[in-house]
């Protein structure tokens, strides 16, 4: 029997689709879980007339296992100069976009955000156009979460929405393609393909350079995805293109996945294990977007202001970043954790650490600030806090997830810490870094938590006093360890019940803790209008709480006698009249930069 034959009979009995479905990557199959280098494909097939032959033929007489087998290596990062020949199956031109529309939506997190502007510069490469109007749209991609049931649910529900779009279509036009692209299209794989008949395609998280393929499948008829998880792939090579021109601030990733498997978390069986960019890369990156031009989203005698002036970098557990590709640097000594944390994995050698990347990016351009999430309170070695509060271009702001108030729930979660080791922790943060403002996220009705464990959450509420807050309701995931040892036994309505006394009790503490600003001058990068007055601007503060003040003229600090007005990407010094749990006000005093208020304040 032919390989190809047996990989559709293993396929039919797991109950996948089409052949199409199964991931036959050129590359990065290989790369991806069997550790195997690139090869070169041979040329598309041609029949004895010397024409081309069709699609199904060449993909029946496509690559074999063998094929994929004969020339193993050691997985490298790949080179942005590099040109990948085509799979034997698939012509150079149908790789091309020819022009074809993509319209992306993104779901979820920040790293979501980050992939969509990936998955849009490998497509933009092939020659697809981008489109912000979803009626003139050839392609249509979301990009999606699988972090709660409701997250799943609304990409379930727009998929429905989706359908009588491409029912609808004209047959004068291309026929619309519809793709599912991220966590979501990793976690259901054969659900999506098969109840949702009008999904084209698939593509995990560490697909996307797969895309051009994938669509290009999809364009004979055929169902397509690649939801392999990869134990290298970064994107080191890929620079991201922002969405948006008007943007101050970007993200930067700096690692994808996860090691931590806390019991709840999903994340580790949709991103894969934990790996890092190499340093260089991301220096690279910051450096670009420091120099890019932002373009203000309304009519101004400022053509562009030179250079985005925030950045955050991310990843599942960002402070854990270790780049290990400078071989010099892997004999170094092991993780120091937090006083009174634990992991629960292997402790790692080695590598660049998160102190050494912070300090080299917060160099790349005094005037831009640096921020990042999502840490773990595991993670904050002494090095760490200290740079932070050196730094003036590092932001005063940490996000600490604490998940749960209560020892006892946080051993059921697995997240290595008990109550007393966090609280002290940030007591340490705050002595390290006067003035800091924290964050944190919370779960309500986790299995088997109790009234009593409730109240103890409810208490480390009042007694941290964060100034911002994400406060969600348990939402069990297959795969993970909650799933197959626990039991989700507290009822929805106790859940949601629970979940409004921790938002009560969060807004009335932000509320507090945020009105200590009032009366105090902040430096407050623009971000532009209002989205509720047409009369005021809108930016973030230090501690990345939104301000909003009037758009007043005011003087330039380095042009004294010069009145301005407020462009996005300035910095300005507003002094703040009012606060609530989520929002400061205030009146604009003068235009500054980081260094000047930095050595004012």
Request: hydrophobic share 35%.
């Given at each position: 029997?032919?390989?190809?034959?047996?990989?559709?009979?293993?396929q039919?009995?797991?109950?996948?689709?089409?052949?199409?479905s199964?991931?036959?990557?050129?590359?990065?199959?290989?790369?991806?879980?069997?550790?195997?280098?690139?090869?070169?494909?041979?040329?598309?097939?041609?029949?004895?007339?010397?024409?081309?032959?069709?699609?199904?033929?060449?993909?029946?007489?496509?690559?074999?296992?063998?094929?994929?087998?004969k020339?193993?290596?050691?997985?490298?990062?790949?080179l942005s100069?590099?040109?990948?020949?085509?799979?034997?199956?698939?012509?150079?031109?149908?790789?091309?976009?020819?022009?074809?529309?993509?319209?992306?939506?993104?779901y979820?997190?920040?790293?979501?955000?980050?992939?969509?502007?990936?998955a849009?510069?490998?497509?933009q490469k092939?020659?697809?156009?981008?489109t912000?109007?979803?009626?003139?749209?050839?392609?249509?991609?979301?990009?999606?979460?699988s972090?709660?049931?409701?997250?799943?649910?609304?990409?379930?529900?727009?998929?429905?929405?989706?359908?009588?779009?491409?029912?609808?279509r004209?047959?004068?036009?291309?026929?619309?393609?519809?793709?599912i692209l991220?966590?979501?299209?990793?976690?259901?794989?054969?659900?999506?393909?098969?109840?949702?008949?009008?999904?084209?395609v698939?593509?995990?998280?560490?697909?996307?350079?797969?895309?051009?393929?994938?669509?290009?499948?999809?364009?004979?008829?055929?169902?397509?995805?690649?939801?392999?998880?990869?134990?290298?792939?970064?994107?080191?090579?890929?620079?991201?293109?922002?969405?948006?021109?008007?943007?101050?601030?970007?993200?930067?990733?700096?690692?994808?996945?996860?090691?931590?498997?806390?019991?709840?978390?999903?994340?580790?069986?949709?991103?894969?294990?934990?790996?890092?960019?190499?340093?260089?890369?991301?220096?690279?990156?910051?450096?670009?977007?420091?120099?890019?031009?932002?373009?203000?989203?309304w009519?101004?005698?400022?053509?562009?202001?030179?250079?985005?002036?925030?950045?955050?970098?991310?990843?599942q557990?960002?402070?854990?970043?270790?780049?290990?590709?400078?071989?010099q640097f892997?004999?170094?000594?092991?993780?120091?954790?937090?006083?009174?944390?634990?992991?629960?994995?292997?402790?790692?050698?080695?590598?660049?650490?998160?102190?050494?990347?912070?300090?080299?990016?917060?160099?790349?351009?005094?005037?831009m600030?640096?921020?990042?999430?999502?840490?773990?309170?595991?993670?904050?070695?002494d090095?760490?806090?200290?740079?932070?509060?050196?730094?003036?271009?590092?932001?005063?702001?940490?996000?600490?997830p604490?998940?749960?108030?209560?020892?006892?729930?946080?051993?059921?979660?697995?997240?290595g810490?008990?109550?007393?080791?966090?609280?002290?922790?940030?007591?340490?943060?705050?002595?390290?870094i006067?003035?800091v403002?924290?964050?944190?996220?919370?779960?309500?009705?986790?299995?088997?938590?109790?009234?009593?464990?409730?109240?103890?959450?409810?208490?480390?509420?009042?007694?941290v006093?964060?100034?911002?807050?994400?406060?969600?309701?348990?939402?069990?995931?297959?795969?993970?360890?909650?799933?197959?040892?626990?039991?989700d036994d507290?009822?929805?309505?106790?859940?949601?019940?629970?979940?409004?006394?921790?938002?009560?009790?969060?807004?009335?503490?932000?509320?507090?803790?945020?009105?200590i600003?009032?009366?105090?001058?902040?430096l407050?990068?623009?971000?532009?209008?209002?989205?509720?007055?047409?009369?005021?601007?809108?930016?973030?503060n230090?501690?990345?709480?939104?301000?909003?003040?009037p758009?007043?003229?005011m003087?330039?600090v380095?042009?004294?006698?010069?009145?301005?007005?407020?462009?996005?990407?300035?910095?300005?010094?507003?002094?703040?009249?009012?606060?609530?749990?989520?929002?400061?006000?205030?009146?604009?005093?003068?235009?500054?930069?980081?260094?000047?208020?930095s050595?004012?304040?």
């Open positions: 029997m032919h390989p190809l034959q047996c990989v559709l009979q293993v039919r009995s797991l109950g996948w689709g089409p052949l199409a199964v991931s036959w990557l050129s590359l990065r199959m290989c790369r991806a879980h069997s550790s195997l280098s690139s090869t070169t494909c041979p040329s598309p097939e041609r029949q004895e007339d010397g024409a081309p032959k069709d699609f199904s033929s060449r993909l029946a007489a496509g690559p074999t296992f063998q094929h994929f087998l020339s193993a290596s050691a997985p490298q990062e790949k100069s590099e040109v990948e020949d085509p799979p034997p199956y698939l012509t150079m031109d149908e790789l091309l976009g020819r022009q074809r529309k993509v319209y992306l939506e993104t979820g997190c920040q790293m979501n955000v980050n992939d969509t502007e990936i849009w510069s490998i497509l092939s020659g697809y156009l981008r912000s109007n979803l009626q003139e749209a050839d392609v249509i991609l979301l990009v999606t979460c972090i709660r049931e409701k997250a799943e649910q609304t990409i379930w529900n727009r998929l429905h929405q989706l359908k009588a779009l491409k029912t609808r004209p047959r004068s036009r291309v026929p619309l393609r519809i793709g991220g966590c979501m299209a990793e976690r259901l794989k054969e659900e999506i393909l098969n109840r949702e008949k009008m999904v084209d698939l593509a995990g998280p560490d697909a996307y350079r797969d895309l051009p393929r994938l669509l290009a499948i999809a364009e004979s008829g055929q169902q397509a995805a690649n939801v392999l998880l990869s134990l290298d792939e970064t994107y080191a090579d890929v620079m991201p293109v922002q969405t948006s021109p008007s943007a101050t601030s970007a993200f930067v990733s700096i690692m994808r996945g996860c090691d931590n498997m806390c019991s709840y978390c999903i994340v580790p069986f949709t991103r894969g294990r934990e790996r890092s960019r190499p340093v260089a890369s991301i220096l690279e990156e910051v450096k670009k977007l420091s120099e890019q031009v932002i373009r203000p989203p009519p101004s005698k400022v053509l562009g202001l030179q250079g985005l002036k925030e950045v955050t970098l991310l990843g557990n960002v402070n854990s970043f270790r780049d290990n590709s400078e071989v892997n004999n170094a000594v092991s993780t120091n954790l937090s006083r009174g944390f634990t992991t629960n994995y292997k402790a790692k050698q080695g590598g660049l650490r998160f102190a050494h990347l912070l300090d080299q990016v917060s160099r790349v351009d005094p005037e600030r640096i921020r990042f999430t999502s840490p773990h309170p595991k993670d904050f070695p090095e760490v806090l200290q740079l932070i509060h050196e730094r003036d271009n590092i932001c005063k702001q940490i996000h600490l604490a998940q749960s108030g209560s020892s006892r729930v946080l051993e059921a979660m697995r997240r810490y008990s109550r007393e080791a966090y609280v002290e922790l940030v007591h340490h943060i705050r002595e390290s006067p003035g403002s924290l964050s944190s996220d919370f779960i309500a009705g986790f299995c088997g938590e109790t009234e009593e464990d409730h109240v103890q959450t409810v208490s480390l509420l009042r007694e006093q964060y100034n911002m807050g994400f406060l969600f309701a348990y939402s069990m995931r297959q795969k993970t360890r909650a799933y197959h040892r626990l039991k507290v009822p929805e309505e106790v859940k949601l019940r629970r979940l409004e006394e921790l938002i009560t009790v969060f807004r009335e503490e932000a509320t507090k803790a945020n009105q600003s009032v009366g105090c001058t902040q407050v990068l623009v971000e532009g209008p209002s989205k509720r007055s047409a009369t005021d601007l809108c930016g973030r230090d501690g990345n709480l939104k301000v909003i003040f758009d007043a003229e003087e330039d380095n042009n004294p006698g010069l009145r301005v007005r407020a462009q996005p990407g300035d910095y300005v010094l507003v002094k703040i009249t009012s606060a609530s749990s989520q929002t400061l006000r205030g009146h604009v005093l003068c235009r500054t930069t980081l260094k000047d208020s050595e004012n304040c």
